[in-house]
């Protein structure tokens, strides 16, 4: 069956960077677009950036310049590069399969 694990994430003070990283099985990675979002207490869930099998991934406004997401298809991995964190960035990260699989999603804190 289709699965994603996210790891990754954790408390990190302002400025500071994360890797975030989801574990894909069950299903042939390579031929999907996947996607990271997140959801911070009290909002609704919004997408961080949406990554094709080939060609350009596309960002959040919040996050372009700061956030860089990428895959290894020979892994199964999707990766989140996280750097110059702000408080806001603040929520539980997912990783998803467009448009059905979601993750069961990683804490990230940014708190000084």
């Known amino acids: 069956q289709v699965q994603l694990v996210e790891s990754g994430g954790g408390l990190v003070q302002p400025g500071g960077s994360l890797r975030l990283s989801c574990a894909a099985s069950?299903?042939?990675?390579?031929?999907?677009?996947m996607a990271w979002y997140r959801q911070a207490p009290g909002k609704e869930r919004e997408l961080v950036a949406r990554?094709?099998?080939?060609?350009?991934?596309e960002y959040a406004d919040s996050v372009k310049g700061r956030f860089t997401a990428s895959r290894d298809n020979t892994k199964n991995v999707l990766y989140l590069q996280m750097n110059n964190l702000k408080p806001d960035d603040t929520a539980i990260y997912y990783c998803?399969?467009?448009?059905?699989?979601w993750g069961q999603g990683t804490q990230v804190t940014v708190s000084s």
């Open positions: 069950g299903f042939t990675f390579s031929v999907y677009v």
């Open positions: 990554i094709p099998s080939y060609g350009m991934t």
């Open positions: 998803r399969r467009m448009r059905d699989y």
